[in-house]
C-alpha cells in the first residue's frame, strides 16, 4: 500500500547523496559549529546551578542540542513550496499518487540522510560536549516523540495553507518562503526557549500554533513543561488547522497548477 | 555588421576553424542501490566521455552550415568551444582570427550565441529593459543602437510584444526577442544552437526566414544546429554531420542523400488488393489496392521495377524520402556499425 | 572609456532595471519592502531579546549589543543591495550552469558580478533598517564621533562584507566540482555567517574562537570590529582591513581555480531559475 511513498522516500534521500561526499561533511561540520556555538553563548548568559524561569542551564543545553538534532524535524518543510517556486506542481497532479502523501514522503525523504549522517553522530557525541542528550525520563521519551509527531503534522499543515496563501495572494514565493523561516524559527522556540524571552512574552507565545513546532516537543524531553497540556495545545491546533489546509488547498487548486506549473 | 577594418584581424576568409580537437568530460556514475551510497559519496565509479575527437573544421565566412548529429554526439560541446565558454582538452579553436578563450572580451563583441533552451532576456523585467541592459554592458553607441533597434523591430516583428516583461511571452516571441538582443551589436558570426525547439510552424518559419534574409543581405556567418533535418536544408547550403564527437559528414545535402543512396517511396495502384512481386524494393504495406515500397533509384531504375509488375497498374507515385528518413537511417547505421564492431 | 566609468554606466543600468522590477505593481512593492524589514529585524530579534531578558550579553551592554545589531544589519543591507541576483549565494549561478550567460559578455568576469547584483532600490530596505537600528545605538550610547571615527566605522563596515562575500566565494567556489551536492553551499555558508553575526563571541573557548577567527571568519562580521569601535576592547582597527583582504585573495584564487576546472568541463546541468529573476 505504501510502495509508492517508500520508493519516493528512498529516491529523495538518495538524491541529496548523489555528489561529492566531502561537501555533505562540510554542510554538517557547519551545524555542529553553530550548535558548539550556541551551546557556548547559553554557558556565558546563565548560571551553573539554579534556574532561570524555571529552567537550569543544563536543561537548556539539552534544550537547544535536541533541536539540532531534531531540526529537520521542528522546523518541518514538505517541499511544496520549492515545488512552487521551481514552477514543477503540475507535475505532481500527473502522477497516481495523493499530492499530501506525496509531499509528506519527500519531506521523509529529505531528512533522513540528515538524521542518518548528522542527528544521530551528533546525539552519540553530545557527552563530549558536555550535554546530557537523554530526555527527562523514559515516559519523558515516548511522550517527546508524541509530540514530535503532532509537531511534524502542525508544520505540514502550515506549509500547505502558507503555499495556498502564496498563490492567493499572487505574491514573490521566495520572499513570503524567507519571511515564514524567519518569523517561525523565532517564534517557535527553536533557537531561545520560550521560557527565555523578555517581558513575559513567551507567556503569549506558547499558546500560538508555532510553540507547537519546537517548544512543546523540547520542553517534555527536558522535562520543562507540562506534557498533557501541550500535547492536548498541540493536538487542537492540528485538528483545526488540518481542515483549514485542506479547504484552502481545494480552493486554490486549480490557481496552484496554473501558478506553479 | 562586417564593418570595415573588422576583417583585418581574421585569418582571410576563413571564420571558423578547429584543428585537431579533442573534448573529453568525465561523468560520475552511480548505483541505484542503498547499500552503494557510500560507495557513490566517496569512490565513485568515473566514466570518460570523449564529445569530440579529434574535430577539424573550416567554416568561411558568409557561409551558412548546418550542424547535426545524433543527441549527445557533441554539438552543442563545439557551440561552447566557440563560445569561450569551454576550453579544448586538446587541439586548437579559431574563430575570427581569435582564440576564444585568451581573447573572451574582445571575441564576444564580434559574435552573436543563441542556446534554445536559455535566454538572455531579463525574466521580470519589459523585453525593452533587457534591450537597453545590452547596450550598456556590449557599449553600442546611441546611434547605432537607434538604427540596429529599428532594423530588428522591423525583420522580427518585435514591436508588438516590446514592453511585455519577458515571462509573459509565448515561446516563440522569446526565441525572436532574443534572436533581437543577439543582434543589437552585429555580431559577424551567429552560433545557434536549436533556435527553433519548441516554436510552432509559423515562427519557426518566420525565423528561419530571417536568419536566411540576414545572411544574404549582410554576409553574416551562421553556424546553426538542429535535430529538424527539414529546416536545416531549408536553410543552409552545407551540413556537418557529427556523430559520436567525430565529424562524419561534411558537404551539401544532395551529396548527403546520395552517400545513403537516393532512397525514395513507391505507391503502384493496382486491380488486386495483394502487393506485386517486384525484386530490389522493400515492401512497407498495402491499403486496399493501393502498395507502398521503399527502394534505392540509384540501385534500381523505376523501369526495371515496373517491368517486373505483372497485373494491370492503375496508378504510380513515387518521391524522395524526407531528409528527415534519410538521417534516421544514416544514425540507424551507423549504430548498427558501433554494435557490430563491439560484436 | 577607463574602467570606473563602465562599471558606473554599468550600475546606472541595474538601477533601471531594479526601478522598473520594483515599481511593476504596488502590492509587489510593498510587500517587498516589508518582507525585507521583518528579515532584518527576525535576524537580530534573537539577540536583542536575550540582551534584554539578561540586561546585556557578557562584557556587552543592552545598547551595545543594539550597536552590535545595526552593524551587522548594515553588512547584510550593503550585500543585500549589491550582490543580489545570486551573486553573493554564487555556488547557485555555478551549480545550475548559469556561468554561461557571464562567459558570453564582453566584459570581465569581475565586472559582470559586481555590476550584475546591484539593486539599490529594492534592496536597500535591510541597509535603511540597519541604520535606523545604529543611529539609535549611538543615540543610546550618547557616542562623540569624531571624522576619523566614521572613516574607520566605514572601512571595517566595507571590509566585513568583503569578508563575508570572500568567504561566500571561497566555498562556492566548490559547486565548480560539485555542482549538485554544492548548489547551495554559498547559501549555507551565508547563512551561517548571518545566523551568529549578531552573537557576542565573547564567552567562546580559546579554540572556539580561534576557528570564528579564522577558518570560518564570523566574528569579523560585526562583533570584532564593533568591540574595538565601541572600546570595549583594544583598537586594532586595520585588523578587519586585513583579514579582508587575506579573505579575499583565498577566494580569488579558489574561484579562478574553479573557472579554470569550468573551462575545462562546463556544465552538465542547466537550471533557469534564480536567475535574473
Same mark, same amino acid.
Given at each position: 500500500m505504501f510502495a509508492k511513498h517508500l520508493k519516493t522516500v528512498v529516491m529523495v534521500a538518495t538524491r541529496s547523496l548523489d555528489d561529492k561526499g566531502w %561537501? /555533505?561533511?562540510?554542510?554538517?561540520?557547519?551545524?555542529?559549529?553553530? %550548535?558548539?556555538?550556541?551551546?557556548?553563548?547559553?554557558?556565558?548568559?546563565?548560571?551553573?546551578?539554579?534556574?532561570?524561569?524555571?529552567?537550569?542551564?543544563?536543561?537548556?543545553?539539552?534544550?537547544?542540542? /535536541?533541536?539540532?538534532?531534531?531540526?529537520?524535524?521542528?522546523?518541518?518543510?514538505?517541499?511544496?513550496? $520549492?515545488?512552487?517556486?521551481?514552477?514543477? /506542481?503540475? $507535475?505532481?497532479?500527473?502522477?497516481?499518487?495523493?499530492?499530501?502523501?506525496?509531499?509528506?514522503?519527500?519531506?521523509?525523504?529529505?531528512?533522513?540522510? $540528515?538524521? %542518518?549522517?548528522?542527528?544521530?553522530?551528533?546525539?552519540?557525541?553530545?557527552?563530549?560536549l558536555g550535554v546530557d542528550p537523554l530526555p527527562e525520563g523514559g515516559v519523558a521519551g515516548g511522550l517527546f516523540l508524541c509530540s514530535l509527531i503532532l509537531g511534524i503534522a502542525i508544520g505540514a499543515a502550515f506549509d500547505f495553507i502558507f503555499a495556498s496563501l502564496m498563490v492567493l495572494l499572487e505574491q514573490n514565493v521566495y520572499a513570503l518562503m524567507q519571511i515564514r523561516d524567519a518569523i517561525s524559527v523565532l517564534l517557535s522556540g527553536a533557537i531561545i526557549p520560550l521560557a527565555l524571552m523578555p517581558w513575559g512574552i513567551g507567556n503569549v507565545l506558547v499558546y500560538l500554533p508555532f510553540a507547537s513546532l519546537a517548544s512543546a516537543p523540547l520542553r517534555i524531553y527536558t522535562g520543562t513543561g507540562d506534557p498533557a497540556f501541550l500535547i492536548g495545545l498541540q493536538a487542537v491546533w492540528a485538528i483545526v488547522l488540518w481542515p483549514v489546509a485542506h479547504r484552502l488547498w481545494n480552493a486554490n487548486r486549480e490557481r496552484l497548477v496554473s501558478h506553479g506549473g | 555588421m562586417n564593418k570595415p577594418g573588422r576583417n583585418a584581424t581574421s585569418a582571410g576568409d576563413i571564420a571558423v576553424k578547429l584543428s585537431e580537437v579533442d573534448k573529453i568530460f568525465y561523468q560520475r556514475q552511480r548505483s541505484e542501490k542503498i547499500q552503494d551510497v557510500f560507495k557513490n559519496l566517496f569512490r565513485p565509479n568515473i566514466r570518460e566521455i570523449r564529445a569530440l575527437q579529434k574535430v577539424d573544421l573550416r567554416i568561411r565566412r558568409g557561409e551558412i552550415v548546418a550542424y547535426a548529429g545524433p543527441n549527445g554526439a557533441g554539438k552543442s560541446t563545439t557551440v561552447k568551444l566557440l563560445s569561450s565558454v569551454l576550453a579544448p582538452t586538446s587541439g586548437s579553436v579559431q574563430c575570427l582570427g581569435m582564440n576564444p578563450m585568451k581573447d573572451r572580451? !574582445?571575441?564576444?563583441?564580434? #559574435?552573436?550565441?543563441?542556446?534554445? !533552451?536559455?535566454t538572455e532576456l531579463w525574466w521580470d523585467q519589459p523585453v525593452a529593459a533587457s534591450f537597453e541592459w545590452k547596450r550598456v554592458v556590449w557599449e553600442i553607441p546611441r546611434a547605432r543602437y537607434d538604427a540596429m533597434l529599428g532594423f530588428v523591430k522591423d525583420l522580427l516583428g518585435i514591436g508588438e510584444f516590446f514592453n511585455s516583461l519577458a515571462r509573459q511571452l509565448s515561446l516563440g516571441q522569446k526565441m525572436r526577442a532574443d534572436l533581437?538582443?543577439?543582434?543589437?551589436?552585429?555580431?559577424? #558570426?551567429?552560433?545557434?544552437?536549436?533556435?527553433? #525547439?519548441?516554436?510552432?510552424?509559423?515562427?519557426?518559419?518566420?525565423?528561419?526566414?530571417? #536568419?536566411?534574409?540576414l545572411n544574404r543581405e549582410k554576409g553574416v556567418t551562421v553556424m546553426i544546429t538542429s535535430h529538424d533535418m527539414d529546416e536545416l536544408e531549408q536553410l543552409a547550403g552545407r551540413i556537418v554531420m557529427i556523430d559520436k564527437g567525430r565529424i562524419a559528414f561534411d558537404g551539401d545535402f544532395r551529396q548527403l542523400r546520395r552517400q545513403f543512396g537516393d532512397r525514395r517511396h513507391l505507391t503502384i495502384e493496382t486491380a488486386s488488393t495483394s502487393p506485386p512481386r517486384i525484386s530490389g524494393v522493400q515492401f512497407i504495406g498495402s491499403k486496399g489496392n493501393r502498395h507502398h515500397f521503399t527502394f534505392d533509384a540509384a540501385q534500381t531504375p523505376i523501369p526495371t521495377l515496373l517491368a517486373q509488375v505483372q497485373t494491370r497498374i492503375h496508378d504510380i507515385e513515387t518521391h524522395r524520402m524526407p531528409i528527415d528518413d534519410v538521417i534516421a537511417d544514416m544514425y540507424e547505421h551507423w549504430d548498427a556499425n558501433r554494435e557490430g564492431v563491439r560484436e | 572609456m577607463n574602467t570606473l566609468t563602465k562599471l558606473i554606466a554599468r550600475w546606472r543600468v541595474q538601477a533601471y532595471l531594479d526601478f522598473m522590477w520594483m515599481t511593476r505593481d504596488f502590492r509587489f512593492f510593498f510587500i517587498n519592502i516589508v518582507s525585507d524589514i521583518i528579515l532584518n529585524l527576525a535576524g537580530v530579534a534573537a539577540v536583542f531579546l536575550l540582551a534584554e531578558r539578561f540586561q546585556g550579553i557578557g562584557p556587552w551592554s543592552r545598547d551595545q549589543i543594539v550597536f552590535l545589531l545595526g552593524y551587522a544589519a548594515l553588512v547584510r543591507g550593503l550585500l543585500d543591495m549589491g550582490f543580489s541576483?545570486?551573486?553573493?549565494?554564487?555556488?547557485?549561478?555555478?551549480?545550475?550552469? @548559469?556561468?554561461?550567460?557571464?562567459?558570453? @559578455?564582453? @566584459?570581465?568576469?569581475?565586472?559582470g558580478l559586481l555590476a550584475e547584483g546591484f539593486m539599490p532600490f529594492s534592496g536597500s530596505w535591510s541597509l535603511i533598517a540597519g541604520m535606523g537600528i545604529t543611529a539609535w545605538a549611538i543615540h543610546q550610547l550618547g557616542m562623540a564621533l569624531t571624522a576619523s571615527w566614521w572613516l574607520i566605522f566605514f572601512c571595517n563596515l566595507v571590509a566585513s562584507c568583503a569578508i563575508v562575500l570572500a568567504f561566500s566565494f571561497a566555498w562556492g567556489s566548490l559547486a565548480f566540482w560539485a555542482p549538485v551536492a554544492a548548489e547551495e553551499i554559498s547559501s549555507r555558508a551565508v547563512n551561517f555567517m548571518y545566523q551568529l553575526k549578531s552573537f557576542p563571541l565573547d564567552g567562546l573557548s580559546a579554540f572556539m574562537l580561534a576557528n570564528m577567527l579564522t577558518v570560518l571568519p564570523v566574528g569579523f562580521v560585526a562583533w570584532y570590529p564593533c568591540r574595538q569601535l565601541l572600546g570595549i576592547a583594544p583598537s586594532h582597527l586595520w585588523h578587519t582591513p586585513l583579514v579582508a583582504m587575506v579573505f579575499s585573495l583565498i577566494a580569488w584564487v579558489a574561484f579562478k581555480k574553479g573557472m579554470q576546472h569550468y573551462e575545462q568541463t562546463g556544465s552538465q546541468r542547466y537550471l533557469g531559475w534564480g536567475h535574473r529573476s
Open positions: %561537501v /555533505i561533511v562540510g554542510g554538517y561540520g557547519l551545524r555542529l559549529l553553530r %550548535v558548539v556555538f550556541l551551546l557556548s553563548l547559553w554557558r556565558v548568559l546563565l548560571p551553573e546551578t539554579g534556574e532561570v524561569s524555571g529552567m537550569t542551564r543544563d536543561a537548556v543545553l539539552t534544550y537547544t542540542l /535536541i533541536a539540532e538534532v531534531f531540526a529537520g524535524q521542528i522546523s518541518v518543510r514538505t517541499g511544496l513550496d $520549492n515545488a512552487l517556486w521551481h514552477g514543477d /506542481i503540475a $507535475n505532481r497532479f500527473l502522477r497516481p499518487v495523493g499530492i499530501y502523501g506525496q509531499f509528506i514522503a519527500e519531506m521523509f525523504g529529505t531528512g533522513l540522510p $540528515n538524521l %542518518v549522517m548528522f542527528s544521530l553522530p551528533l546525539f552519540c557525541m553530545a557527552p563530549l | 572580451v !574582445q571575441y564576444v563583441k564580434r #559574435i552573436g550565441v543563441v542556446f534554445g !533552451q536559455r533581437a538582443l543577439m543582434l543589437m551589436h552585429e555580431p559577424e #558570426i551567429l552560433f545557434l544552437d536549436e533556435p527553433t #525547439i519548441g516554436v510552432d510552424v509559423l515562427a519557426k518559419r518566420n525565423i528561419l526566414d530571417f #536568419i536566411k534574409n | 541576483y545570486n551573486v553573493l549565494h554564487i555556488s547557485r549561478r555555478i551549480g545550475r550552469g @548559469q556561468m554561461d550567460h557571464l562567459l558570453v @559578455q564582453p @566584459q570581465p568576469l569581475w565586472m
